[in-house]
């Protein structure tokens, strides 16, 4: 028997029982459109993290300080200790040992209420030295940054992000205007440029003041500390050798012989990327699988109701095999059948599920979440219909073999 | 066409030991238009599953147009069932939500045989349903329903016609009806039948009657021509 009228005795059996087709197809169709949308939220959450990296500014390396060891060596969390100096940036500046590095800056972070007028807001506080903008790749939108003379005399000015500027100034032009950090009076007298990037993390979301200011005023008891430095590589291509340098200057400067001792620990933006996208991997992986579960329970519902049609129709499988079907021809049409149902469902679910991608981000309470926008990559969605259909065959096979195998004599009495 | 040497058919019925058949010797030739006759447990039904090919014998000889099926297996006995056999049923046994044209095609896709089309109007034609070709079952008559599927037995052009009390279900102008259209295609194209039944009046049409009794051949009558 040719596959033509196999799906056309597949076609006739599932329009002749249309609620129950459509009931059955519509478990693999909630199945696969979970599948297709939860796959494009975790493409569309990796593609959002990968921007909000790359905002960090290109080829940048970062250098925390190592995890401070307590009593018996219990390591006290990431960046507890202060190994970093001004020192230490300095001489990395140097660029006498380190050709690969174009700029390093010291990062002193302050946490603090911001008040302007009778606005308040809460954003971190960076104390930075004037290459911030060249290494983080920050542009300036209006104003100015700081200068080193700003540095020297311990200016209390700020350059502020977008975010700060929407929360702070509603339609007053914030250079020039005074505001507060945790009561210390600051000018504003820049605004970056937005980098865009929204929710956790966003790059918007600063305030970007003098080092020597935050030590003065914000830092309180924890002194001149640097928490963090931030340097930039020539390229791309020069950041593993410019982390090498980095490592051999600050091991130099802080007598340490033995790497592995370091008081140090440095990382690139693509090592963070890497990370990232290890996460964001497995946060896919597993939104699929939790979504590929109810594929297995519509396919359950596929291999149930074709032992109910395999069941009904047993007079009608004893009457084409007395005229001559073999056990080959009645498997073959209860597999094609089933097969359709899944892969009708499969299909149908594909739309469901991209138009429900496609349409997420214009719904207004999910854009203005900051929820990722989903991302429906191809391969996923023939892999869905691959699945459907293979769930077609698996969950038909039983219900199909057993049709073949009934006995025509006995078929042909079933009542 | 037809030769039964010795043939029993034996059936468990749990712990129970059935004989259906205890012994049948029976030739039937071309051409010839045989009723086999007997009260039911007489063993016809069985007699006639396996001259369908549709069961196999426990033991004895049985030559299909010079094959021996005995031994065969379930798809080998499928294309036998398909090439050489046309089935009639009580319960003519259409495919529901089928056209009779495409019930008529049928065994010519299992067959795969290219023509479907036009041999299946033929069959129609001959058996005077060509005007009904693209009706459902539901939409016929339990006489048109039986046409349909005496042309779906003919469309292969089978060694036998095989027909299972095939008025049964019929009412007497409709039973007289195709009794005479089986008598039609034997005198005619020379069609060799062989009708089960149990009714005196519709053996009467065939031209030997051959009686079963307890898996045993008890007459074997032939009308004078």
């Given at each position: ?293 109810s594929l297995v329970v519509g396919g359950i519902g596929i291999m149930n109701i074709m032992l109910v049609t395999v069941t009904e129709r047993t007079r009608e499988i004893g009457i084409r095999k007395a005229i001559g079907a073999r ?89 | ?225």
């Amino acid at each position: 028997m040719n596959v033509f009228e196999a799906l056309r005795i597949a076609f006739g059996g599932l329009l002749a029982n249309r609620l129950r087709s459509a009931l059955t197809m519509l478990g693999i169709l909630i199945g696969v459109s979970a599948v297709i949308l939860l796959v494009a939220v975790g493409n569309g959450a990796s593609v959002q993290i990968n921007n909000q990296i790359q905002s960090l500014g290109a080829n940048v390396i970062f250098v925390y300080p190592a995890n401070a060891k307590g009593a018996g060596g219990v390591s006290q969390g990431f960046g507890t200790s202060q190994t970093l100096t001004m020192a230490d940036v300095d001489a990395l500046n140097s660029r006498q040992q380190d050709p690969d590095v174009v700029a390093a800056i010291p990062i002193a972070q302050s946490g603090g209420q911001i008040t302007y007028s009778n606005q308040n807001y809460f954003a971190p506080t960076t104390g930075t030295s004037t290459a911030f903008p060249q290494v983080r790749d920050y542009q300036i939108a209006e104003g100015s940054f700081f200068t080193q003379d700003d540095v020297l005399a311990q200016r209390r000015v700020v350059v502020i992000g977008q975010t700060v500027v929407d929360n702070l100034f509603a339609g007053t032009d914030p250079v020039g205007q005074t505001i507060k950090i945790n009561r210390q009076s600051f000018r504003v007298i820049g605004v970056f440029a937005a980098k865009g990037g929204t929710g956790f993390g966003s790059q918007d979301n600063v305030v970007v003041a003098p080092i020597t200011a935050v030590w003065a005023y914000l830092s309180g008891n924890r002194g001149k500390s640097v928490s963090q430095i931030v340097a930039s590589a020539s390229s791309a291509g020069t950041v593993s050798q410019a982390e090498t340098e980095i490592t051999t200057i600050l091991l130099q400067r802080h007598q340490i012989s033995d790497p592995s001792q370091a008081d140090f620990q440095i990382q690139s933006q693509q090592d963070i990327l890497t990370q990232a996208n290890s996460i964001a991997t497995a946060l896919t992986l597993v939104l699929g699988a939790i979504a590929g579960i109810s594929l297995v329970v519509g396919g359950i519902g596929i291999m149930n109701i074709m032992l109910v049609t395999v069941t009904e129709r047993t007079r009608e499988i004893g009457i084409r095999k007395a005229i001559g079907a073999r056990w080959r021809d009645v498997l073959t049409q209860f597999l094609i059948e089933a097969m359709v149902l899944s892969g009708l469902g499969g299909a149908l679910g594909i739309a469901l599920g991209a138009a429900l991608a496609f349409e997420a981000p214009h719904v207004p309470a999910i854009a203005s979440s900051g929820f990722p926008t989903p991302v429906v990559s191809v391969p996923s969605v023939l892999l869905a219909f691959g699945v459907s259909v293979g769930i077609g065959l698996f969950f038909g096979i039983y219900p199909a073999n057993r049709a073949a195998r009934l006995h025509p004599i006995e078929a042909l009495r079933h009542e | 066409m037809i030769e039964l040497q010795a043939v029993t058919k034996t059936y468990w019925m749990g712990k129970v030991e059935v004989q259906a058949l205890r012994g049948i010797d029976l030739v039937v030739d071309e051409g010839e238009f045989v009723a086999i006759m007997g009260a039911s447990g007489s063993g016809k039904s069985t007699l006639m599953n396996i001259i369908g090919c549709l069961d196999v014998p426990t033991s004895g000889r049985y030559l299909l147009d010079h094959t021996d099926v005995a031994k065969l297996d379930d798809d080998r006995l499928a294309a036998i069932r398909n090439r050489k056999i046309g089935f009639v049923f009580q319960s003519f046994n259409l495919i529901p939500r089928t056209t009779a044209l495409h019930n008529v095609e049928m065994p010519l896709i299992y067959a795969g045989v290219a023509d479907r089309r036009r041999r299946s109007i033929a069959a129609l034609t001959a058996v005077g349903m060509a005007d009904r070709a693209g009706h459902q079952p539901t939409e016929l008559s339990g006489g048109q329903q039986q046409r349909a599927a005496i042309a779906r037995a003919l469309v292969t052009n089978p060694a036998i016609l095989l027909a299972d009390e095939p008025t049964g279900n019929l009412d007497t102008a409709s039973s007289t009806e195709i009794m005479k259209l089986l008598g039609q295609l034997n005198r005619e194209q020379g069609r060799t039948i062989v009708l089960i039944t149990h009714e005196p009046d519709i053996a009467a049409f065939a031209g030997r009657v051959v009686e079963l009794r307890d898996g045993l051949v008890v007459g074997d009558r032939r009308r004078a021509a």
